[in-house]
């Protein structure tokens, strides 16, 4: 059995790609896994289940973090925040490292890792494609 869309889209986003993307290097090695499903399905999806449970835990102590203190205990949600958004990463790298993706952007971080978002659309003509400014001619 194939690998469906909504698996792809959360490899895709776990690994730090645009929803937009649709035929760069990661979006064709994802699409590549079919072949492979039988011997890297299950891992796949272990993983992608797990980064969802990360994900799932982070929002829910998103409320503990603007607490400081419950009565005499002193809470320390960013502890907990920090050690999940840690696991997080941990289990994008092992999915990077099972399917031979590349991490894009690091989805777990607490803030942005990069100014721009250009798209890499080697269509579009750019001095510099990496930093995807500026466009030369139109």
Same mark, same amino acid.
């Given at each position: ?9 959360? /490899?895709?986003? $776990?690994?730090?790609?645009?929803? $937009? ?9 994802? =699409? !590549? ?16 289940? /797990? /980064?969802? =449970?990360?994900?799932?835990?982070? =929002?829910? +102590?998103?409320? /503990? ?6 009565? +005499?205990?002193?809470?320390?949600? @960013?502890?907990?925040?920090? @050690? ?27 803030? +942005? ?5 250009? !798209?890499?659309?080697? !269509?579009? @003509?750019?001095?510099?494609? +990496? ?8």
């Amino acid at each position: 059995m194939a690998f469906t869309v909504a698996e792809k889209a959360y /490899l895709m986003f $776990y690994l730090g790609y645009s929803g $937009y993307e649709d035929d760069g290097p990661a979006q064709r090695s994802i =699409n !590549s896994l079919d072949s492979q499903e039988a011997r890297m399905g299950p891992i796949v999806r272990e993983l992608i289940d /797990l /980064l969802r =449970n990360v994900d799932r835990e982070i =929002n829910e +102590s998103l409320p /503990l973090a603007a607490a400081i203190e419950d009565g +005499s205990i002193k809470l320390r949600a @960013h502890y907990t925040l920090a @050690h999940l958004r840690q696991v997080g990463k941990q289990y994008v790298k092992r999915l990077a490292t099972w399917t031979k993706v590349a991490i894009g952007e690091d989805v777990f971080s607490s803030g +942005s890792t990069r100014s721009d978002f250009y !798209s890499g659309d080697p !269509s579009e @003509h750019r001095i510099d494609p +990496s930093l995807g400014v500026p466009t030369l001619g139109t």
